[in-house]
């Protein structure tokens, strides 16, 4: 068992910038890739970035690519989404996610992922 939390969240003006945390507890951090979701209301969750194990290899929305950077830091258990020039349009509930490393996986697809934070809100007033 994974346990996650997300924290980091707020209201930001647009063109502002905010970083999510993860923290892990329970399991071998390093075992897992790690994924970002949004979801905004009335909206289902989406697909924001994930980042392998190791954190060699990196994945992003369209919609985020160039402005969001996910990494993560395995000594302290921790993933992270940098987030720039945001955009009144990435206001969303967010959550950070997990899935073991072994076994081939569709980074972008939520139903992969096998355990969730709790989410944090991030609004971007205009």
């Known amino acids: 068992q994974v346990q996650l939390v997300e924290s980091g969240g707020g209201l930001v003006q647009a063109g502002g910038s905010l970083r999510l945390s993860c923290a892990a507890s329970?399991?071998?951090?390093?075992?897992?890739?790690m994924g970002w979701f949004r979801q905004a209301p009335g909206k289902e969750r989406g697909f924001v970035a994930a980042?392998?194990?190791?954190?060699?290899?990196?994945y992003y929305a369209d919609s985020v690519k160039g402005r969001f950077t996910i990494s993560r830091d395995n000594a302290k258990n921790t993933v992270y989404l940098q987030m720039n020039s945001l955009k009144p349009e990435d206001t969303a509930v967010y959550y950070c996610a997990a899935v073991d490393r072994w076994g081939s996986i569709a980074y972008s697809r939520s139903s992969d992922y096998k355990y969730w934070g709790q989410g944090t809100q991030v609004t971007v007033s205009s």
């Open positions: 329970g399991r071998t951090f390093s075992n897992y890739h």
């Open positions: 980042i392998n194990w190791s954190g060699s290899s990196t």
